[in-house]
């Protein structure tokens, strides 16, 4: 098995330049990464995106939204991202579902306990080896957020950058608290410097993976790791 490898952070962190960033250090190594994202990754989970983050007439309540989510995780991990870790590739992915806990746990006040269930069925059990949180504060990725819709053409912000800064709040101090409590899978950058001082210590993080890149599994005997199935 590869390495499965998550970026996480609120809005505006800056996690996706860090990717595409981490993925071409990790080709400098010889190194192929599968670069993915949530939610979408496959067909099913670019549709499912568009309804969750567009503005639009449809109403989505916070348990449809949690399950909208799980839906295209579980097609993301059975579909795309198990198939590649068993390739022995490495897999960077951008949100899994420490960002569900994030936002439809502590953001939207969902039982946590529950989303943890939810997310273990929709993941099949699978952990990421190592967990970037980009940190930074919400005033700050939410201004950054909004910048960038701003430039673009289309609705100006999306479902998730138009709630109130309470629950942008709540999101952060969730993923901190993620991070406390699994002090050896999470490592927290300050996400509030320059992309390449960012950069350099997401380099390290991987880098430090390098020697132990084969270690990284689905935990337990869930329905994806007994029944990998097609898309
Ligand atoms: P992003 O791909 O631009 O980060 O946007 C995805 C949005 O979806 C972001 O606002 C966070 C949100 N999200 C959740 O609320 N729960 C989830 O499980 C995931 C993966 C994303």
Redesign the pocket.
């Known amino acids: 098995m590869g390495p499965f490898i998550t970026f996480e952070g609120i ?1 505006g962190s800056g ?2 330049t860090q990717i595409r960033l981490a993925s071409q250090h990790l080709e400098e190594r010889g190194i192929r990464p599968l670069v993915t ?4 990754g496959t067909s099913l989970g670019v549709k499912i ?1 568009e309804l ?2 567009n503005r639009g007439p449809v109403e989505i309540g916070a348990e449809s ?1 949690l399950l909208l ?1 799980a839906a ?2 579980s097609q993301h991990v059975q579909a795309l991202i198990l198939p590649a870790l068993r390739e022995g590739r490495w897999v960077l992915c ?4 420490d ?2 806990i ?3 746990g502590f ?1 939207r006040g969902l039982d946590v306990a529950f989303v943890r269930n939810v997310n273990t069925f929709a993941g099949g059990g699978l952990v990421p080896r190592l967990t970037i949180l980009v940190d930074l504060p919400v005033e700050t990725g939410l201004g950054r957020a909004l910048d960038r819709a701003a430039r673009q053409s289309g609705p100006a912000e ?4 138009h709630e109130e800064m309470a629950f942008h709040r709540r999101v952060r101090s969730g993923y901190i608290e993620m991070a406390r409590r699994e002090p050896d899978r999470f490592r927290v950058v300050d996400g509030d410097r320059s992309i390449q001082e960012i950069h350099r210590e997401v380099c390290m993080h991987l880098d430090a993976l390098l020697p132990i890149a084969g270690d990284s599994c689905p935990s337990g005997t869930s329905a994806a790791t007994k029944n990998p199935s097609p898309s």
């Open positions: 809005e996690k996706s994202g949530e939610p979408g995106r969750l983050l939204e989510f295209a995780r951008d949100r899994f579902s960002a569900t994030a936002y439809q953001g999306d479902r998730f950058e």
